[in-house]
């Protein structure tokens, strides 16, 4: 490749041959990704000749030919006649836009909603395709955060996506994780359908497209900022800024969709900033040897509200994620108990399975009915704390002698969603399997699974003491 490019950078010395119009300024020839090639030439024939002759020589002497049936020349406002002769000169097929180059498309016009289809269905058919198999919630989330959204920052680091398929892909995404597979189940979650609410608070988080798109073009913002050395950066400056900057250049109707959705990016910096030097003080503190980290301009673009004084407690790496978003669930009444399913029509049996005396809701499933209370006496004991247990949300904010990064409060607070997961999954197993658990039998269950997450800090210098307290 370094032979090649060598060929082409010497056809700027070529009399007969001339820049592309767009090129002249930065001397550009030719890109090159990987095995793609792109030259950039002026539309007249001795130029494309001059081209043509140095890739030949370039032939003759690696023994590298151009392969006519995947070659193809794309003609930007030149007369049919000049395109003919061009044609035969080179050999190639001609070309129309728009086109795909590296999977996505290349357009010299605002791309279209067909444009943007290859990237919905992927995404349709990843889901369509998980939800044929039963996965927890948090399955879910991490398959969306992994699958999902890396298909969309592909796109999105390089075209900016319009409004309505950010929102159709959010869409696809919110019916995938409540399972809604169809119209007669949607008025079950109508109340329910706010994917942010939930998983953000409780350490997950599926992102906002929209919101993810505008902090990956605040990186184009910043690296404009920085007067950044790459060819996209000196392009802009020499066609597009003509001596203004990024800060103090208004929107054009003539500039390109890219960027004026750029100039969105910034003006939306700039007011949530307040000022361009209180701007340029965040995107500076955003960034680290050169780059600009997207997950803190995400969450600044966000402006999520506060989560509660209790998603802290979820937070440490030690609690299973099934564990952590039923817990957060539950702190938020957003489980699907007797009395939220009551409260919109579906279901008109409001009593406790696990008690058979009370009526069901989530306060009185963590922990003041009497079965779930005695199940957390009793993880209480274990854990060696003497006092009575409390409501689920007195339980989140409690903060042991010990602090919060202490083995022994960590050990209560994995105890604690842990008794919340298996709890609801036994309410679950009465109710729609007919099978009941004795009360020691998920006692067991749970201090089994608290050891198995604490036995995976065995790299702290107190492990037996640890191991010792909790297998007594």
């Not at 444009?115 to 948090?138: C, E, G, N, R």
């Not at 402006?303 to 539950?330: E, M």
């Not at 689920?392 to 083995?407: A, D, P």
């Not at 709890?423 to 009465?430: C, H, K, V």
């Amino acid at each position: 490749m370094e032979v090649l490019s060598k060929y082409l950078r010497n056809l700027c010395q070529h009399p007969h041959v001339s820049h592309h119009p767009k090129c002249h300024a930065l001397n550009l020839t030719h890109l090159i990704f990987a095995d793609d090639l792109m030259i950039f030439t002026r539309g007249d024939l001795p130029s494309v000749a001059a081209v043509s002759d140095a890739l030949h020589e370039f032939a003759q002497v690696s023994g590298l030919f151009a392969n006519p049936d995947k070659t193809n020349v794309y003609f930007g406002r030149v007369p049919p006649y000049p395109q003919e002769k061009i044609l035969n000169t080179t050999g190639f097929t001609k070309g129309s836009f728009p086109f795909r180059y590296l999977g996505l498309p290349l357009n010299t016009v605002r791309l279209s909603t067909a444009m943007f289809d290859p990237l919905v269905i992927a995404v349709q058919k990843a889901v369509t395709h998980w939800s044929a198999h039963l996965l927890s919630y948090a399955g879910k989330v991490q398959l969306l955060n992994s699958v999902v959204l890396g298909l969309t920052t592909f796109w999105c680091s390089s075209v900016s996506l319009p409004r309505h398929i950010t929102k159709k892909i959010s869409k696809l995404c919110k019916d995938f994780f409540w399972g809604i597979h169809c119209g007669e189940r949607r008025h079950v979650f109508k109340s329910w359908k706010d994917i942010s609410s939930p998983l953000s608070t409780g350490g997950f988080n599926i992102k906002d497209l929209e919101v993810w798109n505008i902090s990956l073009l605040s990186r184009w913002v910043y690296l404009l900022a920085q007067n950044h050395s790459g060819l996209w950066a000196h392009w802009v400056q020499h066609y597009t800024f003509k001596g203004s900057d990024i800060w103090h250049i208004q929107s054009k109707i003539y500039f390109p969709y890219s960027f004026k959705a750029i100039l969105i990016a910034r003006d939306l910096l700039l007011s949530r900033a307040g000022s361009i030097f209180n701007a340029q003080t965040l995107m500076h503190s955003w960034s680290a040897a050169g780059k600009m980290s997207l997950h803190h301009a995400y969450l600044f673009l966000r402006n999520a509200p506060a989560a509660g004084p209790w998603t802290c407690s979820l937070t440490h790496s030690s609690i299973s994620p099934s564990h952590k978003i039923i817990c957060s669930f539950a702190v938020q009444n957003q489980l699907a108990t007797l009395d939220n399913l009551h409260r919109r029509g579906i279901c008109h049996v409001r009593r406790c399975v696990l008690c058979e005396t009370n009526l069901e809701t989530c306060d009185h499933l963590f922990f003041h009915c009497p079965f779930s209370r005695a199940i957390w006496q009793a993880l209480l004991h274990w854990m060696g704390i003497l006092r009575h247990g409390k409501g689920l949300m007195e339980e989140m904010l409690y903060r042991s002698s010990y602090g919060v990064k202490h083995w022994r409060h960590v050990w209560f607070m994995v105890s604690l969603v842990a008794a919340v997961h298996q709890l609801w999954a036994e309410r679950n197993r009465r109710i729609f399997q007919g099978t009941k658990q004795p009360y020691r039998g998920l006692v067991q269950k749970i201090k089994y699974l608290v050891s198995v997450r604490m036995f995976l800090w065995h790299s702290l210098p107190d492990y037996k003491r640890i191991v010792a307290s909790i297998c007594s």
